[in-house]
């Protein structure tokens, strides 16, 4: 089944010690988000690739980072991590443009910081 | 300014009962309107989708949606609940032009009782 694969579901990193999340999708989707998702809160958008395009959100830390290699793979950087980045990270893709096309999420990975 | 609302952030019901989770929408010209579900420790997943229509929609697992205009509302049912439905449910409205975000709501969490 075509889907949204998210590496590793769980990662630990040390204070301070950069640390990247993968996510690779078989959808064959232009566009790639990254959310940032607290516990018992809802996913906030940190930013997206159309294609190559990258759309950084206005409030994304500049200690956030993304690459897109390819159609088919993004990961998400995190250059020093604080304890405030401790959550959940989701991946999600779409096919285009149009505010009718839903996102399709992978299962996320889970982000602990010591 | 656009915003989602789920009034409800967490609602308790016994298995076999019925179920309806509120949500409500501000946003100036057409929404697309979606909700999705997360199990605990994993990513989100569509449940059903309206953009234009039959103002009911039936999505998975038994799910339906109504789509209210005058009340700015697209409340999620079930007639059933089982006890695999627990989880956190999210309404989004798709905005923007061009490669578009969602507008999330806060969420509510589902418990259900044996």
């Known amino acids: 089944d075509a889907m949204v694969i998210q590496n590793p579901r769980y990662q630990v990193t040390q204070f301070g010690k950069p640390v990247t999340l993968s996510c690779s999708q078989t959808?064959?989707?232009?566009?790639m988000y990254w959310y940032q998702q607290k516990s018992s809160q809802a996913p906030k958008l940190l930013f997206h690739?159309?294609?190559?395009?990258?759309?950084n959100e206005a409030d994304t830390p500049d200690n956030f980072q993304s690459r897109r290699p390819n159609t088919s793979f993004c990961f998400l950087d995190i250059r020093s991590p604080g304890l405030g980045d401790a959550a959940m990270y989701l991946c999600?893709?779409?096919?285009?443009?149009?505010?009718?096309?839903?996102?399709?999420f992978g299962d996320g990975t889970r982000l602990s910081i010591l | 300014a656009q915003s989602v609302t789920q009034p409800d952030i967490h609602i308790t019901v016994s298995e076999g009962a019925s179920l309806e989770l509120r949500c409500n929408y501000s946003?100036?010209?057409?929404?697309?309107l979606f909700w999705y579900v997360q199990s605990p420790g994993q990513g989100l997943q569509l449940l059903l989708k309206y953009f234009s229509g039959d103002t009911l929609v039936q999505g998975i697992k038994g799910f339906e949606a109504e789509f209210k205009r005058s009340q700015s509302s697209f409340n999620l049912r079930k007639p059933s609940v089982h006890w695999s439905d627990a989880a956190e449910y999210f309404c989004a409205v798709g905005e923007g032009s061009g490669t578009y975000k969602y507008i999330f709501g806060t969420g509510t969490r589902l418990k259900v009782l044996a």
């Open positions: 690739y159309y294609d190559k395009d990258f759309n």
């Open positions: 946003y100036g010209a057409t929404p697309y």
């Open positions: 999600a893709t779409t096919p285009g443009t149009g505010r009718n096309q839903p996102q399709h």
């Open positions: 959808l064959n989707h232009n566009v």
